[in-house]
């Protein structure tokens, strides 16, 4: 599923026992997960891939998740692995309007790697909210909004696992998602 990219004519077998995690993920119905090109300069090993949710026919949120792999080690990451993420969502007028947008989508992040129990260090990231309110000429569109979330992180062992499903309930709760609760069976709209 992720498309992986190296440098060196062999992986290293932890970089590939992680292909191997990220293979076997499961998504809700509601997310389309596909493989993307992984970036050629900063890390020897990295692999990427791009999620949308998809609800009545429309993109809801989407994301991006890269991981890149240094065997060496990298001073900045603290340690060999960086997971960094994206994810967009559009938002209702109201809530683009309210100045705590911003908080509530690092929350989102923190208590999705929590639920997880993603062990991690050196994290960041960014959270950005627009709101769009036309005016003049273009006064007759609708206001719009959007939150966008950029971050990253050191994975503290080769487990990639609950990182991806971290990144993944992030961008199931931003698209409006009820959580799934294991052991009951979700209905398809």
């Not at 995690?21 to 809700?28: C, D, E, G, K, S």
């Not at 994301?63 to 209702?92: I, K, N, T």
């Not at 993603?118 to 709101?131: K, M, Q």
């Not at 499903?165 to 698209?175: E, K, V």
Request: charged letters at 20%.
């Amino acid at each position: 599923m992720p498309a992986a990219r190296n440098s060196q004519n062999a992986a290293p077998e932890e970089f590939t026992e992680a292909l191997e995690q990220l293979r076997a993920i499961t998504v809700r119905p509601e997310i389309e997960l596909a493989e993307a090109p992984a970036p050629q300069r900063l890390a020897p090993h990295a692999l990427a891939m791009t999620a949308d949710v998809v609800l009545d026919d429309e993109d809801a949120a989407s994301g991006r998740l890269v991981v890149l792999y240094d065997p060496a080690g990298q001073d900045a990451w603290e340690g060999q692995w960086r997971v960094v993420v994206f994810a967009r969502a559009r938002l209702e007028p109201e809530m683009a309007a309210d100045p705590m947008m911003s908080d509530v989508g690092q929350v989102w992040l923190e208590e999705a790697l929590v639920d997880h129990g993603a062990a991690l260090t050196a994290y960041g990231g960014t959270v950005t909210r627009t709101h769009s309110q036309p005016f003049g000429a273009m006064s007759g569109r609708e206001v719009s909004g959007d939150l966008e979330l950029r971050a990253s992180w050191t994975p503290r062992d080769g487990n990639l696992a609950p990182h991806v499903a971290a990144w993944l309930q992030l961008l199931a709760t931003m698209a409006g998602l009820e959580p799934v609760v294991e052991g009951v069976t979700t209905l398809h709209r």
